[in-house]
């Protein structure tokens, strides 16, 4: 069985009789068992999925209409809900959340006959950028498993990357989608703020982060965001896309398209294999006939920090809702006056989730607001300023999607200033809300590099005309895996 | 000079749902913990939707009270730690970025007195808490959400109030403007809850909190004033602070805890986008308020020569008005009025009674032409509304019924 086609070529399989849904969703689950003994990244795999594909065959076969994913394996971040199945955004805190309800983007691709296989790995809450912060132990490299993959949707990452599923649902909220996505050599997608339905996606950090799918091709990602993009009642922060289809025009090419190369993500500390791939990136791209100059964002410099101070605000608020009272694990509640209570009712959080949370309670108190968080606040309106100034003159930002390559699992677990450098790349489309794509482009010592498109709001469909042009130019290895 | 403030809490329980999911507004028929979801239960994942017809109503409000109308409407977080709060914040409204709450200054005159009214926010009810036990050490807390995001309209005056029968005049005058505008039923337990602010001469601002009724609002500003008249009348300091009405005890108490001192750590709701209200939504929303009470009393006084005393009855309660405005009034307006101000309001005058009564406007179109015509005496009228409000039969059928048909002594 070939578990390595992509969506669209799974899709063409079935609907011609090539394939059987249950054939393809067997041998996956059976490449799960075999390998993600080595690669952890399911945290949960579902035990109905190869029942669940057979009656996608049969609906096939009785002549029914079939939604759009023909019975596609698929894996799901696990601070998404899914009804009925266990949501610990790999936390000890929700160690036993069973949620009640289906997230918009799971309804949507239940409707379109999806089969997910399982619930996957992330840093706890989605606060990190190496899966290492999960309290059910880290994921691993499928090129490397020394390394890391990337994160926080370290595990959706590793599941495509490692063929243990066509494709997944992983959060971006300052680069989890796209960091992890160029640390596995797969594409990972950060839509323009609104364009995907956070209804189901467990908050980390609400104003600035978005469900983006990572897929093995830029076409894929162009599919399912036919499918998961729109306006939906139950998030007001939806906008609407008017029922654009992605994957319409995505080969007419780029020339003459004007490109900015930002100055400040190729600087300093950036290692020397990711700089050459980003130039080479630059040379690939005008070969199509665009034009690629070099820019500089001024606040990029403060973003990173403006980035945590903001993040660890809303962290702080959104997760002060797991008190145990209405859900979470057994605690004895007697006895307390509820100040108490509170204080020991959530000690199952992780270092990193803690850490954030002291923060968010510090950096918007009276006495330290205007010093921390709406000198943030400040920073982010700036950057969006600078960014839609940039637009106006360029169709498209570049840059490499992480300066460094993958490093090594507990390298940098110890030093959290470090880690959140790594950032400094992705949080600008968090902050301003564009959106955003990592392309697989290169391998440097057997370790992926990633290039990073941005385009202005709402370009989310031009963007990926950009993305499948530089994505044509590459032919890489296979996962060693 | 004493100077009283008020922050009047005031459900709109006229409306269908809660304020950010499809649960019901008017909680109080369900058994505890029945009338919840996924979002007023605040669980992982879940967004608050906005309840739409909530901003227009509050909107009515804050055009009923005169207030400003900020074309621009933004909701906040409140973080604080409460078991009643399932979040662990509340979403409200907070001028920080300017006026961004559905009301500005605003004003109404009781009396011959102005209130000014600071500004008028939406928010989010949390649920209730129910102690239960008899010692302090046996006691448990009973949690209760049906009521958590119930839409709830805050409305802060000035401390423009110098005396509780200000207060009071004022609640009066706010109910029955409440009620008019349709928006929510004042006499519902809980519907309406204030605190207050209360200072006399040369003390401090001391803050009562959690009175639960209007009538008890009013008792605890006359407890409050009379406590600290007797403090600096002993050249005892009064010092700020936070006090609870005891609504058992009928006092007020000094509350131990430091809620004033909380850091609230108020920032953007980023789930619900700044809500833009048009110009032309505010003119919608002006074209579509019920008349309010003094237009309604001033037409009836000019349109129908109807007394100044038996207009002011009958515009400040929509109960009669609706009935007076329905009826046949190009006739005997004056009949109308009469019979509803003098007879109709001893038999109707608790809510269970209205709710039973049978009466239809047409039979006060009907007992007035009877009256006017001869047909029956005034005292037979009266009568016969006793036997209409039981039994809502027409008018005819009792007369006939009951052998009320006698020529009036007048004839």
Same mark, same amino acid.
């Given at each position: 069985?070939?578990?390595?086609?992509?969506?669209?070529?799974? $899709?063409?399989?079935?609907?011609?009789?090539?394939?059987?849904?249950?054939?393809?969703?067997?041998?996956?689950?059976?490449?799960?068992?075999?390998?993600?003994?080595?690669?952890?990244?399911?945290?949960?795999?579902?035990?109905?999925?190869?029942?669940?594909?057979?009656?996608?065959?049969?609906?096939?076969?009785?002549?029914?209409?079939?939604?759009?994913?023909?019975?596609?394996?698929?894996?799901?971040?696990?601070?998404?809900?899914?009804?009925?199945?266990?949501?610990?955004?790999?936390?000890?805190?929700?160690?036993?959340?069973?949620?009640?309800?289906?997230?918009?983007?799971?309804?949507?691709?239940?409707?379109?006959?999806?089969?997910?296989?399982?619930?996957?790995?992330?840093?706890?809450?989605?606060?990190?950028?190496?899966?290492?912060?999960?309290?059910?132990?880290?994921?691993?490299?499928?090129?490397?498993?020394?390394? $890391?993959?990337? !994160?926080?949707?370290?595990?959706?990452?590793?599941?495509?990357?490692?063929?243990?599923?066509?494709?997944?649902?992983?959060?971006?909220? !300052?680069?989890? &989608?796209?960091?992890?996505?160029?640390?596995?050599? &797969?594409?990972?997608?950060?839509?323009?703020?609104?364009?995907?339905?956070?209804?189901?996606?467990?908050?980390?950090?609400?104003?600035?982060?978005?469900?983006?799918?990572?897929?093995?091709?830029?076409?894929?990602?162009?599919?399912?965001?036919?499918?998961?993009?729109?306006?939906?009642?139950?998030?007001?922060?939806?906008?609407?896309?008017?029922?654009?289809?992605?994957?319409?025009?995505?080969?007419?090419?780029?020339?003459?398209?004007?490109?900015?190369?930002?100055?400040?993500?190729?600087?300093?500390?950036?290692?020397?294999?990711?700089?050459?791939?980003?130039?080479?990136?630059?040379?690939?791209?005008?070969?199509?006939?665009?034009?690629?100059?070099?820019?500089?964002?001024?606040?990029?410099?403060?973003?990173?920090?403006?980035?945590?101070?903001?993040?660890?605000?809303?962290?702080?608020?959104?997760?002060?809702?797991?008190?145990?009272?209405?859900?979470?694990?057994?605690?004895?509640?007697?006895?307390?006056?509820?100040?108490?209570?509170?204080?020991?009712?959530?000690?199952?959080?992780?270092?990193?989730?803690?850490?954030?949370?002291?923060?968010?309670?510090?950096?918007?108190?009276?006495?330290?607001?205007?010093?921390?968080?709406?000198?943030?606040?400040?920073?982010?309106?700036?950057?969006?300023?600078?960014?839609?100034?940039?637009?106006?003159?360029?169709?498209?930002?570049?840059?490499?999607?992480?300066?460094?390559?993958?490093?090594?699992?507990?390298?940098?677990?110890?030093?959290? $200033?470090?880690?959140?450098? &790594?950032?400094?790349?992705? &949080?600008?489309?968090?902050?301003?809300?564009?959106?955003?794509?990592?392309?697989?482009?290169?391998?440097?010592?057997?370790?992926?590099?990633?290039?990073?498109?941005?385009?202005?709001?709402?370009?989310?469909?031009?963007?990926?005309?950009?993305?499948?042009?530089?994505?044509?130019?590459?032919?890489?290895?296979?996962?060693?895996? | 000079?004493?100077?009283?403030?008020?922050?009047?809490?005031?459900?709109?329980?006229?409306?269908?749902?809660?304020? *950010?999911?499809?649960?019901?507004?008017?909680?109080?028929?369900? +058994?505890?913990?029945?009338?919840?979801?996924?979002?007023?239960?605040?669980?992982?994942?879940?967004?608050?939707?906005?309840?739409?017809?909530?901003?227009?109503?509050?909107?009515?409000?804050?055009?009923?009270?005169?207030?400003?109308?900020?074309?621009? /409407? +933004?909701?906040?977080?409140?973080?604080?730690?409460?078991?009643?709060?399932?979040?662990?914040?509340?979403?409200?409204?907070?001028?920080?970025?300017?006026?961004?709450?559905?009301?500005?200054?605003?004003?109404?005159? =009781?009396?011959?007195?102005?209130?000014?009214?600071?500004?008028?926010?939406?928010?989010?009810?949390?649920?209730?808490?129910?102690?239960?036990?008899?010692? %302090?050490?046996?006691?448990?807390?009973? @949690?209760?959400?049906?009521?958590?995001?119930?839409?709830?309209?805050?409305?802060?005056?000035?401390?423009? *109030?110098?005396?509780?029968?200000?207060?009071?005049?004022?609640?009066?005058?706010? %109910?029955?403007?409440?009620?008019?505008?349709? @928006?929510?039923?004042?006499?519902?337990?809980?519907?309406?809850?204030?605190? +207050?602010? @209360?200072?006399?001469?040369?003390?401090?601002?001391?803050?009562?909190?959690?009175?639960?009724?209007?009538?008890?609002?009013?008792?605890?500003?006359?407890?409050?004033?009379?406590?600290?008249?007797?403090?600096?009348?002993?050249?005892?300091?009064?010092?700020?602070?936070?006090?609870?009405?005891?609504?058992?005890?009928?006092?007020?108490?000094?509350?131990?805890?430091?809620?004033?001192?909380?850091?609230?750590?108020?920032?953007?709701?980023?789930?619900?986008?700044? /809500?833009?209200?048009?110009?032309?939504?505010?003119?919608? #929303?002006? %074209?579509?308020?019920?008349?309010?009470?003094?237009?309604?009393?001033?037409?009836? @006084?000019?349109?129908?020569?109807?007394?100044?005393?038996?207009?002011?009855?009958?515009?400040?309660?929509?109960?009669?008005?609706?009935? *007076?405005?329905?009826?046949?009034?190009?006739?005997?307006?004056?009949?109308?009025?009469?019979? /509803?101000?003098?007879?109709?309001?001893?038999? =109707?005058?608790?809510?269970?009674?209205?709710?039973?009564?049978?009466?239809?406007?047409?039979? #006060?179109?009907?007992?007035?032409?009877?009256?006017? %015509?001869?047909?029956?005496?005034?005292?037979?009228?009266?009568?016969?509304?006793?036997?209409?409000?039981?039994?809502?039969?027409?008018?005819?059928?009792?007369?006939?019924? *009951?052998?009320?048909?006698? =020529?009036?002594?007048?004839?």
């Amino acid at each position: 069985m070939n578990l390595k086609l992509s969506a669209l070529e799974f $899709v063409n399989e079935v609907k011609n009789g090539n394939l059987s849904a249950e054939d393809f969703v067997s041998a996956t689950i059976e490449r799960i068992k075999k390998i993600d003994g080595t690669l952890h990244a399911f945290l949960n795999v579902n035990k109905k999925a190869v029942e669940q594909a057979q009656l996608v065959d049969k609906k096939i076969k009785s002549g029914k209409k079939v939604g759009s994913c023909f019975g596609m394996p698929l894996s799901v971040k696990d601070n998404i809900c899914i009804k009925h199945s266990k949501t610990t955004c790999a936390s000890k805190m929700l160690e036993n959340f069973i949620a009640p309800y289906d997230a918009t983007v799971i309804s949507k691709l239940k409707e379109q006959d999806a089969v997910f296989v399982g619930k996957v790995n992330l840093d706890e809450f989605a606060m990190g950028l190496t899966t290492e912060f999960s309290a059910y132990g880290p994921s691993k490299n499928p090129w490397n498993p020394d390394y $890391v993959p990337g !994160g926080s949707s370290g595990g959706s990452a590793v599941s495509v990357s490692a063929f243990e599923c066509v494709a997944s649902l992983g959060s971006d909220t !300052g680069g989890s &989608v796209r960091n992890p996505a160029s640390f596995c050599s &797969v594409v990972g997608f950060k839509p323009t703020y609104g364009l995907i339905s956070r209804y189901g996606l467990i908050s980390y950090a609400n104003s600035i982060e978005q469900i983006g799918p990572i897929t093995r091709t830029v076409k894929d990602t162009a599919f399912f965001l036919n499918i998961l993009s729109g306006l939906d009642p139950n998030d007001n922060t939806t906008i609407n896309s008017g029922n654009q289809d992605f994957l319409d025009g995505i080969e007419l090419g780029i020339e003459g398209k004007k490109i900015g190369i930002i100055q400040e993500m190729i600087g300093e500390g950036i290692d020397p294999a990711v700089l050459s791939a980003t130039n080479e990136a630059v040379s690939k791209l005008e070969g199509f006939g665009a034009k690629c100059e070099t820019i500089s964002i001024d606040m990029v410099k403060y973003s990173v920090a403006s980035y945590y101070t903001i993040t660890a605000t809303e962290a702080g608020s959104n997760l002060a809702r797991y008190d145990n009272l209405r859900y979470g694990y057994d605690f004895p509640v007697e006895g307390f006056e509820f100040n108490s209570y509170i204080s020991k009712a959530r000690t199952k959080f992780g270092p990193e989730v803690i850490r954030r949370m002291i923060l968010g309670g510090f950096v918007p108190s009276s006495g330290h607001a205007g010093k921390y968080f709406l000198k943030a606040l400040k920073v982010k309106s700036k950057l969006t300023k600078e960014v839609l100034e940039a637009f106006k003159k360029y169709d498209y930002l570049v840059a490499p999607t992480v300066p460094i390559l993958p490093f090594k699992i507990g390298e940098k677990i110890d030093d959290p $200033v470090a880690l959140f450098l &790594v950032d400094i790349n992705t &949080v600008l489309a968090n902050l301003t809300g564009v959106p955003s794509i990592s392309v697989p482009f290169s391998i440097s010592n057997g370790l992926p590099i990633g290039i990073q498109l941005l385009a202005k709001p709402n370009d989310d469909k031009s963007l990926l005309k950009a993305a499948y042009s530089l994505e044509s130019t590459v032919k890489l290895p296979d996962v060693p895996i | 000079m004493t100077k009283i403030g008020l922050e009047i809490h005031c459900q709109l329980t006229k409306l269908e749902s809660k304020l *950010f999911c499809p649960c019901k507004a008017n909680y109080r028929e369900y +058994a505890p913990n029945t009338n919840i979801c996924p979002i007023c239960m605040g669980l992982p994942g879940t967004l608050p939707r906005l309840n739409q017809k909530a901003i227009e109503k509050a909107t009515m409000i804050a055009m009923a009270l005169n207030c400003s109308t900020p074309e621009k /409407i +933004a909701f906040f977080r409140k973080n604080y730690f409460y078991p009643d709060l399932p979040k662990n914040f509340q979403i409200t409204q907070l001028n920080i970025y300017g006026d961004t709450s559905i009301g500005g200054s605003g004003m109404i005159i =009781v009396g011959d007195k102005k209130i000014r009214i600071t500004r008028i926010q939406l928010e989010e009810d949390p649920g209730r808490l129910i102690y239960e036990g008899s010692s %302090s050490k046996n006691q448990i807390t009973l @949690v209760d959400y049906n009521r958590a995001g119930t839409p709830l309209v805050e409305i802060v005056t000035e401390p423009d *109030f110098e005396n509780p029968k200000q207060v009071r005049e004022f609640l009066n005058i706010l %109910s029955d403007l409440l009620e008019n505008l349709d @928006v929510s039923d004042p006499s519902l337990e809980g519907a309406m809850r204030a605190d +207050a602010n @209360v200072s006399i001469e040369g003390g401090n601002k001391i803050e009562i909190k959690n009175i639960g009724s209007f009538h008890d609002l009013e008792k605890a500003v006359h407890f409050e004033i009379t406590r600290q008249e007797s403090l600096h009348a002993r050249d005892i300091l009064i010092a700020q602070e936070t006090r609870h009405w005891d609504d058992k005890r009928k006092i007020t108490i000094s509350s131990r805890s430091k809620e004033e001192e909380l850091d609230y750590r108020y920032f953007l709701e980023g789930d619900i986008p700044w /809500i833009i209200i048009e110009k032309e939504i505010h003119e919608k #929303l002006k %074209s579509e308020m019920p008349e309010s009470i003094s237009s309604k009393k001033e037409r009836y @006084v000019t349109k129908y020569g109807i007394p100044d005393q038996v207009a002011d009855v009958l515009s400040s309660d929509k109960f009669y008005s609706d009935l *007076f405005d329905k009826s046949d009034t190009e006739k005997n307006a004056k009949e109308i009025a009469n019979i /509803i101000t003098t007879d109709l309001m001893g038999l =109707v005058d608790t809510k269970e009674k209205r709710q039973q009564s049978k009466l239809e406007s047409s039979h #006060l179109t009907d007992l007035a032409d009877a009256i006017q %015509s001869g047909k029956i005496t005034r005292t037979s009228a009266k009568n016969a509304l006793y036997e209409i409000v039981k039994s809502g039969k027409k008018l005819e059928q009792i007369i006939s019924e *009951f052998d009320l048909g006698h =020529v009036s002594d007048e004839n």
